[in-house]
């Protein structure tokens, strides 16, 4: 199993600075034959489902603020908030969809400093 | 619009077994992957299954060979029996949406959950 690790585990930023946040597979999630980043990243907020931002690791799901953005390519990605906004309080999680089962990172806790 | 209404919840004796339905409806149903993903209460998420536009399922080693998924296309519902569960399957239980290619397990659309508890 594919094995995604997150850091750091928890994050206080204040508002208006970049929050960044780590996601690292234990093998990569690189599909060499279209050269796609098999990589998702999601917010949860408190009682509610999670709510997709970004796949293929750098495309932005439709509504998405333009101050969220992903990168990273293999085993190694980014999620940026440039600008912390109130509503970005959250905990945000990645997920790889390379190979069954579609394992997803431990969490990232995101709060205002 | 998108809508995802998962059902069949409830509390089930260790052993047990209880059927998820998710009722879905604004896209077509058949032309997308489907998963379940799991969370207990306060903790992280889990993937738990997953079936393609094809048919094509994937379960999580946790609940291989106790947790089936399926499909009814005319009914447009994403199911999952689970059976023998034990008590670390208690979770609330997702149903999510994939991307448009058909097995493109990323999830694009969540439903509300339903809580699933395993306790005598």
């Known amino acids: 199993d594919i094995v995604m690790t997150q850091s750091p585990d928890s994050l206080a930023v204040s508002l208006g600075e970049r929050a960044t946040i780590n996601c690292k597979s234990s093998?990569?999630?690189?599909?060499?034959?279209?050269?796609?980043?098999?990589l998702a990243w999601y917010q949860q907020k408190p009682g509610q489902p999670p709510k997709l931002l970004i796949y293929?690791?750098?495309t932005r799901e439709s509504g998405v603020p333009d101050r969220i953005s992903g990168s990273g390519s293999g085993t190694d990605f980014t999620l940026t908030i440039s600008s912390l906004q109130a509503e970005d309080v959250a905990v945000y999680y990645c997920q790889q969809y390379y190979s069954s089962p579609y394992t997803f990172g431990q969490g990232t806790k995101l709060e205002i400093k | 619009e998108v809508q995802m209404m998962e059902s069949g919840g409830g509390l089930v004796q260790p052993g047990g077994s209880l059927r998820l339905s998710c009722a879905v409806s604004?896209?077509?149903?058949?032309?997308?992957?489907m998963s379940w993903v799991r969370q207990t209460p306060g903790k992280g998420l889990e993937w738990v299954s997953g079936i393609s536009s094809g048919g094509s399922t994937y379960h999580a080693d946790s609940v291989k060979g106790r947790f089936t998924i399926s499909r009814d296309k005319s009914k447009n519902t994403l199911y999952l029996q689970m059976n023998n569960l034990r008590a670390e399957d208690t979770a609330v239980y997702y149903c999510?949406?994939?991307?448009?290619?058909?097995?493109?397990?990323?999830?694009?659309?969540w439903g509300q959950g339903t809580l699933v508890t395993v306790s005598s």
């Open positions: 093998q990569s999630v690189l599909y060499s034959s279209n050269g796609k980043n098999y």
């Open positions: 293929w690791a750098s």
């Open positions: 999510a949406q994939g991307g448009r290619g058909g097995s493109d397990y990323f999830c694009s659309h």
């Open positions: 604004g896209f077509t149903f058949s032309s997308y992957a």
